[in-house]
């Protein structure tokens, strides 16, 4: 496909999604001007779950989308691409108005690993779901509403010397200047529409208000907030668009909190997948013989980012196995399984990239480096299925905005399309 175009409507996405809330409801909403029908956890799913159908649900900040083969029955093995809708940032505390100096700041916690000097001196904005006292959920984002300004360089003269913030005393938000009518959550209130004694609890993270863009001599780089991970989830949304499975009931589960570890009902060591796929099962007439069967025959390829090769500290890089951007998606391998790959994982993602016609690349850590994780082990613990881990190369991983090339992210959803079609 073409990179720019990709890189196009991956930047659209991205703005359109800036907490997993909004990304689930985006994905639901472009599925189902794909033809997808949206269902709901509640609702008797035997006449929905058909042969043919294509099926989206969302679950708090986690979204999973079905394309069932025409042909398919109890036994039909399952294609899964796994991700997360996450990334980490500053999330706002309850009784968040509070302020110092006669500015008015916000009480915020860190939400997984950030690297916490990137979200310093840029206009940031909340945003994430309102929920009122009727339990309704009301999706909101609030604009440039704050800053975390750094010290200055004449207050600090070791500042950069090393960069160490306080988390409770150094990173909280300035909002505006104090004034007795200031309170967060009123203004909250006013932008999901309602009263604010009606504010019943919220789940609001921060993220950059500068747009994504290609940039560099010849605009071969992307610079984008939460690259980590909507690369994959967007790839995953882009081959489920235009998919027509065959031999493999097609599925993107794209869960919520793997950047705290993904213990929750809507992260991937929480019940979300298998209760879609025993459903789906069910619809098709399977029993626990069936489901074992078509369980033994699926795959899950859990597609998160990964690390290119730094130009300025390529010591921390493995000296054999050395991605790069613009080299294609990587096939992320750990010997101690905090990647899941095996060789038949291996042969299988080499099959789909030659047939997808784009290049790929190994990475393993430099054993020296502790190696991150992903959903793949604990999705294959889950379920029992094989799995295997890629993703596109990064470079400031974490960082309020983060980079890659313009052609990676294309070629990941082209290998997506041929994995979840099982067109290899």
Known sequence: MDSRSYIDDLAAFVAAAPSSYHAAAEVRRRLEDAGFTAVDETADWSAVAVPGARLVLVRDGAVVAVAIPADADAATPYRVLGAHTDSPGLKLKPKPTIGGGGFLQAGVEVYGGPILASWFDRELEFAGRVVDSAGVEHLVRTGPWARVPHLAIHLDRELNSGFSPDRQRDLQPVLGTAGAESDVVGALAALAGIAPEDVAGYDLITCDTQPPRRFGVAEEL?????????????????????????????????????????????GAAGPLLVDVIERVNAALGGGREQLARAMAGSWCCSADAGHAVHPNRPEKHDPANRPVAGGGPLLKINAVQRYTTDASGAALWGRVCRTAGVPWQEFVSNNDVACGSTIGPITATRLGIRTFDVGTPLLSMHSARELCHVDDPGRLADAAGVFLAAAE
């Open 222 to 266: 992307f610079a984008s907030p939460r690259l980590d991970n909507l690369t994959s989830v967007h790839a995953g949304l882009r081959a489920m668009e235009a998919l027509e499975p065959h031999g493999a009931v097609a599925v993107l589960a794209a869960f919520d909190h793997e950047e705290v570890g993904s213990e929750s009902r809507s």
